[in-house]
């Protein structure tokens, strides 16, 4: 069982950048792929980003790509999203995601990101 916390989330001006955490439970968090995944009012939840057990592989939606960085540190258990040139578009619940198998896939509650015009 992981069970992840997510923070940072706010209300931001355009162009601004906030910094996303989550931070899980448990001493395998190193064998979970991370990702970070929103969910805007009315639309379904789409993938953001995700990074893999080591740190070193990484990909993200075109939407965020050169704006959005993932990053993850293993002695925390920590895994972050870097966000910056934030659009009113990237408004949405951000939720963190653990994922190591079918059986083996955790959400956080999410945390909201609000960036005004």
């Known amino acids: 069982q992981v069970q992840l916390v997510e923070s940072g989330g706010g209300l931001v001006q355009a162009g601004g950048s906030l910094r996303l955490s989550c931070t899980a439970s448990?001493?395998?968090?190193?064998?979970?792929?991370m990702a970070w995944f929103r969910q805007a009012p009315g639309k379904a939840r789409e993938f953001v980003a995700a990074?893999?057990?080591?740190?070193?592989?990484?990909h993200y939606a075109e939407s965020v790509k050169g704006r959005f960085t993932i990053s993850r540190d293993n002695a925390k258990n920590t895994v972050n999203l870097r966000m910056n040139s934030l659009k009113p578009e990237d408004t949405a619940v951000y939720y963190c995601?653990?994922?190591?198998?079918?059986?083996?896939?955790?959400w956080g509650q999410g945390t909201q990101v609000t960036v005004s015009t």
């Open positions: 995601n653990a994922h190591r198998s079918i059986v083996s896939d955790y």
């Open positions: 448990g001493r395998t968090f190193s064998r979970y792929a």
């Open positions: 990074i893999d057990w080591s740190g070193f592989s990484t």
